[in-house]
């Protein structure tokens, strides 16, 4: 099974961009995944092409029409019926790790890219849309955002990666950050890599990469380490609690 994307854009000349080299590229040619760019503006109705309006109850900016986004979802959602619908939009549900593997083993996506200021809300329930986001940052349409999910999930697709590991042991998979990485040479402006990393010792490297990994989550992420922490207490005590009444 092929992974399909389908992206719905304003600007399809944006695809594949930079998912049309390196990996993704290569995978891209070997027909791992295939790729769909859907202009928006083939949906609208008026000789001048319309897909904006100016926002109901007044402001800055314009909004994208519901009628011409649902006409242009439709369209996606004929070419892939399983696939999930999801617009890049800052008011969205942060993407991660886990998500984007839910993702890449599925059929495909079908991504809804904004511009302006954005959709008309009524699209969301409509239309059955799910809003992601891919951190607290506003960008000028969702083409780049849609890019990065992509290549998030096009990565972790079979034969991608040289190596069916490589995706293993990384931030996010186990819900902290991945350990520092160094190579030669080994001193470099009075900078050396870590003995522990240079003894051939492999128990004490993974145990200083687990440590590494705790500590740097806990001081450059918290809001992950608070995720983490509570996830295994949760589940800690999930096994207290089935395992009392037999006791």
Not at 3 to 27: K, N, Q, W
Not at 80 to 103: E, F
Request: charged letters at 25%.
């Amino acid at each position: 099974m092929t992974f399909a994307a389908t992206v719905l854009t304003l600007y399809p000349e944006m695809f594949p961009g930079p998912l049309g080299i390196s990996l993704a590229g290569r995978a891209l040619v070997e027909g791992r995944w295939a790729l769909t760019p859907v202009h928006i503006r083939d949906f609208a109705t008026d000789k001048h092409r319309t897909v904006d309006d100016t926002p109901a109850g007044g402001g800055a900016g314009m909004v994208l029409k519901v009628d011409i986004l649902a006409a242009a979802i439709d369209h996606a959602r004929a070419l892939q019926p399983d696939a999930p619908i999801l617009a890049m939009t800052p008011r969205g549900a942060p993407i991660t790790q886990k998500r984007v593997r839910a993702l890449a083993a599925g059929p495909g996506v079908t991504i809804l890219c904004g511009r302006f200021e954005g959709f008309d809300e009524r699209i969301f329930a409509g239309r059955q849309v799910e809003e992601v986001s891919v951190g607290d940052i506003v960008l000028s349409g969702g083409e780049p955002a849609a890019l990065m999910l992509l290549d998030a999930c096009i990565r972790l697709l079979p034969g991608v990666m040289g190596a069916p590991s490589s995706g293993a042991e990384e931030s996010f998979e186990d819900g902290l950050l991945e350990y520092p990485h160094y190579t030669r040479p080994t001193e470099w402006e009075g900078r050396t890599i870590p003995e522990v990393l240079r003894s051939g010792d492999h128990a004490k490297i993974a145990a200083w990469r687990k440590a590494r990994s705790v500590d740097d989550t806990r001081s450059r992420r918290p809001d992950l380490w608070e995720r983490h922490s509570g996830a295994r207490d949760q589940s800690a005590s999930g096994v207290r609690h089935n395992e009392g009444p037999g006791i």
